[in-house]
């Protein structure tokens, strides 16, 4: 199923948020957890990545995201 060029604009914004929430929860837990403000930025930051690798890995093995070909 290929999908339109906004729909898929649309699912990197919803990956793109989704990060971030994974991301500010990630931050604060390690924060609560005892680690520096630096530390819990950077373990953050690293949760931001893998989910959106991950989000991004997901939707393309579905064919969701991907080359679009416009209509001619």
């Known amino acids: 199923m290929r999908l ?3 729909v898929q604009v649309l699912l990197t ?3 793109f948020v989704s990060s ?3 991301a500010v929860v990630a931050g604060v837990l390690s924060h609560e957890a005892g680690a ?3 530390g819990a930025v950077l373990y953050g930051g690293g949760a931001f990545i893998s989910w959106m690798t991950l ?3 997901v939707l393309t093995a579905l ?3 991907g080359h679009h070909h416009p209509r001619e």
């Open 36 to 38: 520096p403000p630096a």
């Open 4 to 6: 339109t060029f906004p």
């Open 55 to 57: 989000c991004v890995c």
């Open 63 to 65: 064919g969701l995201l």
């Open 13 to 15: 914004l919803l990956s």
């Open 20 to 22: 971030l929430l994974v």
